[in-house]
């Protein structure tokens, strides 16, 4: 590890980000979402509150739903991330995305990449899931705009096109 | 974000021992990281007074839920959806299933551990009222060897417990004698979900067949929130056993339910709200005892 | 209504796919080559003057950029209406966060450090922190008695009711601050450059909001000062006039140190620091016939406005013209007054003050219904404008509105009256009681009287090289839809698909100022705007004689494109025309004050727990006359949000206050609606037209802001028998009131500040 004042106490961490290996060099409490968004320049994934509440910061760590704000670097080494940017496989967006531009899911878009991602780990426990599961799982993802019945609606349509 | 990422050192030993060893030879020096849901909240808004850290996240010692005849042993780093997701803690201790599924949201529900809840102790922890009602004993661990000890008195005071600095909670025990008991468990915040509680109640109820009718024939009542740390109504479980559950009883309950806790006025809520709430769910649990046919 | 292609189907959102997809991009997603970060130094006390500013020796200074008043260029004042405000506080501090100094530093991480190591000495001064004692003027901190503005309304003779009154019936009602809570918070990227001068960019509804102040703070020409819009994640009104403080000093951190610089807050800094709604006080006098019928009264509606006068004057004459509801008032005496106090400033949020009286008029209606003996829905059928009837102002409703049938069919939807015969039984046992509630309302849409013809507002539409057509507006888009349905409306017009055509991102170097982006006035009357000046290009092709009058969408590009090759380009621009009609006496305060209304009902199904003392909402009916839904998923989608946030204004929301500053300003703390607390909002529109807006729409981005908080409060009256009069209504209110009754005292929940 070289000693400059910069790099004194930084680390290297890697891990694969949507199906890619990656390699930072940061300091092991630099939170995920920072690694993200700085270092990986991968801007989806934002920034809400910093305290773990607004679920806007949400990504898949090994296929798990979590706040990427309230986790440091170094827990990252090893694990397959899965952000936004990774749904889509090229032009060819996921039932979740393409249901949220039908139903109105997306307004101003800030906790969108959040909430699409708590909806797929939703969906992945609960192929057909209730209002009430809906409502459950997606308790995490605060939504300004839309008062959550797009969201729901958008949901409960993906659910309806990939049948288990 | 409110601290230096550039100030902060954190380690990874991988190992259960690697971590002993540290916390052993370096007392005092290394805050232990689990999930980080309670550590990082507060690293981000600059009040976390530790420079180093060392994770136990993922520790294999750490993980894991051990089923015996009598006994189910918990791993302290089993997250909360672990703990909703087994089946058999779902169906035999379904107050700390419940605990599980109101603290925070999904996400920190994948991250939060149950070890992390107890040694945060925060007196509005969803988990501990739960481990109260049903008499946990924690295993913990340093170099010296593993101690086992009651949770009940775990917690001395406001965010002090009767751990040593070189130690770590290594699992959680609760035993497995509380099938046909009523498990009462209700969380009071200030939304549906994602809230810190204000009251937390979490209670366990069984009844016998007494000469004229149904009396209690055990009962533990553990509350969160109302007090610096969580609280199991002894008294009220004296007077109670052996009792009908009727009017004079719960009238009596609620008036010693309030004289027991001691909450306060604070950011999210009073403390006459708490009184009053807390002796209403108390209330409310024995209304269900009452009619749960729960016997003996 | 007129045969449409596109208007009335719900198109994909313009810039939906980046949003699903995260490439949207956000101001804190931007970086320049050799961007600093900034951040502000602010007051740690309500009011005082400061003595003494010291910069820790022990810090090395060398590296930061530091601005003070002093180093402003132009007027230190965040020009807007008063121009009261001081962008950097220069001697003198009126609120606690008030901004001091600015910072920069390469390193982001650096600055935290950096606020902490600024100390700042203050002589403190007694603070006001609530409207009373504000108006108690023991200590004057604004003008000469604490009044930023009062407005008057007077109809009739009020003074002559009285004694014919069969009832006067007396309440006060008091609602809270409210936090927007965008999710996204404030944050801007400047850059100077001498001989370009300065390019802000972003997070805003109003880039020439943010041009104007600019130029006075930096002393700049027009044509020196550019604005940019970025993608916005909500607003709200909370980005309504903010953004100019935190662009100014951006702004100035660039021109001190020849870099780009971003300030970004965190939620903390954003939610003690920034605008919130302006809490309120409203105090009605009614005079009540036998009947029901109001025959007069007064009504006193007070806002705190915070320490500067900044939009106060335009919340409170909004609130003003709204405190008498959609009723008929033969009489009235409406006093509006706003109040400084030693807090930030209060400004812009959804509503703008109307959901502040409307709350108190529809939890009086409610109560003049219990002193005379009549049920909530008939003393409004009684009292409802009829086609017409005047206005508090006088303004005659010149359309076929029947607000008694639009009642009916809300009572109807919601199973009102079945559902209340079924709670009277279910209530008898067990903890949970269930009510009813309805709230009646109209919200004006555009500006006030004469703001739009002083907003002059421009629009273009451009017909670009590649065939395709532009909208240039500076209306911006952060999720209600702008770019959507303005492109529809274009769309519409030219009988173009709606691929064809796109919108400029709003950029003051770019665009026409088309207004700010507020007062539900986007659809109405810009879209009336896009519409004319799409009809423009359309004819300047025509009368070139390259397009018949009926072509095809090939057609169109092909006539397009020979024309840019000919003339060199094709634009069309709109300017606003007040309608013919629309008369408003801005001394006497009276006439037409909005070209038009929308009008609603709103009926709440809540249930209150008494084992917790919590409100649930369980079912939500909102019926609103919206002239022409343009877009039906983005319409719904309006209401759903802002009844939402209405259910939390009712609630959940609540602002706790220490001398003057917001101790929950983090989400923990601060409680909005999660997606579990709410029940299907069940939504129904219905179009009488407009002919003041584009293909018939009203502004309804407001509207449903100002029914949920009456109706939520009007079913727990129904539910528990008791008043309650002030909002936000917590369950440690509710619990506060039950055990009062039972103990039979009678209490206030009039909570204090």
Redesign the interface.
């Known amino acids: 590890m070289t000693h400059s004042p910069k790099n004194r106490g930084k680390c290297e961490i890697s891990l694969m980000v949507n199906g890619r290996p990656e390699t930072v060099r940061v300091y092991p409490m630099e939170r995920l979402l920072d690694v993200l968004r700085q270092e990986l320049g991968l801007t989806g994934t934002k920034e809400g509150c910093g305290e773990g509440e607004c679920g806007s910061c949400s990504v898949l760590i090994d296929g798990k739903l979590v706040n990427s704000c309230l986790i440091p670097a170094l827990q990252a080494e090893g694990t397959n991330l899965t952000t936004i940017e990774g749904l889509a496989e090229g032009p060819q967006l996921h039932a979740l995305q393409t249901a949220f531009l039908e139903c109105g899911g997306a307004q101003c878009g800030i906790c969108t990449p959040g909430m699409i991602l708590a909806a797929c780990q939703l969906l992945e426990k609960k192929p057909n899931p209730t209002l009430d599961d809906i409502r459950e799982g997606l308790s995490g993802n605060l939504c300004r705009c839309t008062g959550y019945m797009q969201i729901f609606d958008a949901v409960m349509e993906a659910a309806r096109r990939n049948p288990a | 974000m409110r601290s230096n990422p550039a100030d902060c050192e954190l380690i990874a030993p991988g190992t259960l021992q690697a971590v002993l060893s540290l916390l052993s030879d370096e007392p005092g020096q290394w805050l232990p990281i689990a999930g980080g849901t309670d550590v990082m909240v507060q690293y981000a808004a600059g009040n976390l007074p530790a420079r180093r850290l060392v994770s136990i996240w993922n520790l294999p010692e750490l993980r894991g839920i051990v089923i015996s005849p009598d006994e189910i042993t918990i791993g302290a780093g089993c997250t909360y959806t672990e703990l909703q997701e087994h089946d058999v803690i779902a169906r035999e201790l379904p107050l700390l299933a419940s605990a599980a599924r109101w603290t925070g949201g999904i996400a920190n529900q994948n991250r939060g551990t149950l070890g992390g809840n107890i040694v945060n102790a925060s007196p509005a922890a969803d988990s501990l009222p739960a481990l109260l009602a049903y008499e946990a004993e924690l295993i913990l661990v340093s170099v010296r060897g593993e101690r086992r000890v009651p949770y009940l008195g775990f917690h001395t005071d406001y965010k002090k417990m009767k751990l040593a600095p070189d130690e770590l909670i290594r699992a959680i025990c609760l035993g497995r004698r509380f099938s046909n008991y009523l498990h009462y468990a209700r969380k009071v915040g200030a939304r549906d979900a994602q809230a810190i509680s204000k009251v937390c109640v979490a209670a366990l109820g069984r009844l016998r067949s007494g000469a004229t009718g149904s009396v209690i024939d055990d009962v533990r009542i553990a509350l969160g929130s109302v007090a610096p740390v969580p609280l199991r109504l002894t008294e009220v479980e004296r007077i109670a056993k052996g009792k009908p559950v009727g009017p004079e009883l719960v009238q009596l309950t609620r008036k010693m339910t309030t004289g027991a806790i001691q909450p306060i006025d604070d950011i999210r809520s009073t403390a006459r709200y708490r009184s009053a709430v807390a002796g209403n769910l108390v209330a409310e649990f024995l209304q269900q005892l009452r009619g749960s046919g729960k016997t003996v | 209504m007129t045969e449409a292609h596109i208007i009335g189907k ?1 198109v ?2 313009k ?12 101001i ?2 931007i970086s320049l080559p050799g961007m600093l970060y900034g951040a502000t130094v602010r007051s740690r006390i309500p009011r005082g003057v400061i003595k003494k500013i010291s910069f820790d020796p022990q810090f090395d200074w060398s590296e930061f950029v530091i601005v003070a008043a002093n180093d402003i260029p132009g007027k230190n004042c965040i020009a807007l209406i008063g121009d009261d405000q001081p962008c950097l506080a220069d001697g003198m501090v009126n609120h606690p966060e008030e901004p001091i100094l600015l910072l920069a530093h390469e390193g ?3 600055l ?2 950096a606020i902490e190591a600024v100390s700042i000495e203050y002589e403190p001064l007694p603070a006001v922190f609530t409207i009373e004692d504000s108006e108690r003027r023991s200590q004057v901190i604004w003008g000469t008695d604490n009044i930023f503005k009062t407005f008057l309304i007077a109809k009739g003779e009020v003074d002559s009711v009285w004694a014919k009154a069969d009832y006067i019936v007396e309440g006060e009602y008091t609602t809270g601050a409210q936090e ?6 404030n944050g801007v990227i400047a850059s100077f450059d001498a001989k370009q001068g300065i390019t802000v960019w972003g997070s805003l509804q109003c880039p020439y909001y943010v041009h104007k102040a600019l130029m006075a703070l930096c002393d700049l020409p027009a044509e020196k000062v550019r604005v940019v819009q970025a ?6 009104g909370g980005k309504e006039d903010y953004p100019s403080m935190i662009a100014g000093h951006a702004a100035l951190l660039a021109m001190k140190s020849g870099r780009p610089v971003k300030i970004v807050y ?3 800094e954003d939610m003690t620091a920034t605008t919130k709604r302006h809490p309120s006080r409203t105090r009605h006098r009614t005079a009540v016939g036998k009947d029901g019928k109001i025959l007069g009264g007064e009504i006193d509606f007070t806002i705190d406005g915070g320490a500067y006068a900044t939009l106060s004057s335009v919340v409170l004459s909004r609130g003003t013209i709204h405190a008498g509801g959609p009723y008929y008032w033969p009489n009235v005496r409406i006093r509006g007054k706003a109040v400084a106090t030693n807090t930030p400033p209060h400004g812009a949020f959804r509503g703008f003050g109307a959901p502040q009286s409307l709350f108190a008029m529809e939890r009086h209606m409610n109560r003049i219904a219990q002193v005379v003996g009549l049920s909530p829905a008939e003393i409004r059928r009684r009292n409802f404008l009829k086609p017409g009837q005047t206005t508090t102002t006088e303004q005659t409703v010149r359309e076929e509105i029947d607000l008694g049938k639009l009642l009916d069919r809300a009572v109807d939807l919601s199973a009102h009256d079945a559902k209340k015969a079924r709670f009277a039984q279910e209530n008898e046992a067990g ?1 949970i009681r269930r009510g009813m509630g309805i709230a009646a309302f109209l919200h004006g849409a555009g500006f006030t009287g004469s703001g739009e013809r002083y907003l002059a507002s421009v629009v273009g539409v451009e017909g670009c090289a590649d065939g395709t057509v532009r909208v240039l507006v500076s209306s911006t888009e ?4 702008t770019n959507t349905v303005l492109c529809q409306i274009a769309a519409e017009a030219l009988n173009l698909p709606y691929d064809y055509i796109r919108i400029a991102q709003p950029d003051t170097n770019q665009v026409p100022n088309s207004g700010p982006t507020v007062a539900s006035r986007t659809a109405m009357v810009v879209g009336s705007l896009v519409r004319s000046a799409a009809i423009g290009v359309r004819q300047t092709l025509t009368a070139g004689g390259t397009l018949s009058t009926s072509y095809s969408p090939e057609e169109f590009r092909a006539a397009c494109r020979r024309h840019i090759t000919e003339h060199g380009e094709l634009r069309s621009y709109a300017h606003y025309e007040v309608p013919a009609g629309v008369l408003w006496d801005d001394l006497k305060y009276r006439g037409e004050a909005y070209a038009t209304y929308a009008w609603a009902v709103y009926v709440a199904e809540v249930a209150v727990d ?5 409100a ?1 909402v369980e079912d939500f009916v909102a019926l609103q006359e919206v002239g022409r839904v343009l877009h039906p ?2 319409a ?2 309006q ?7 209405g259910i939390g204004f009712a609630l ?1 929301e609540k602002v ?1 206050w220490q001398n003057g500053r917001m ?2 300003g ?4 601060y ?8 029940p ?2 069940r ?1 129904f529109f219905e179009e009488m037209g407009n002919i003041h807006g584009a293909y018939g729409a009203k502004g309804i981005g407001e509207l449903p802001m100002d029914g949920p908080a009456p109706a939520i409060v009007n079913a727990i009256e129904d539910a528990l028998g008791t008043h309650f009069d002030s909002i936000p209504l917590l ?2 209110d509710i ?2 009131a039950v ?1 009062a009754e039972s103990n039979g005292e009678l209490v206030s929940t009039n909570t204090k500040r």
């Open positions: 719900s994909p959102r810039e939906g796919r980046d949003k699903v997809t995260g490439a949207a991009r956000y804190d997603d982001r991480h650096m935290r450090q927007q809570l965008y999710i996204e918070n993608e916005t994640g909500g607003a709200f965190d939620r903390l903890s952060f999720g209600q839809g008494l084992s917790t003392y919590s649930r998923i983005l719904k989608g209401i759903a949000g802002g009844v939402a946030q959940y706790v101790q929950n983090q989400m923990t703390n409680i909005m609606p999660a997606s579990s607390d709410l299907q909002i939504i369950p440690e619990f506060e055990s």
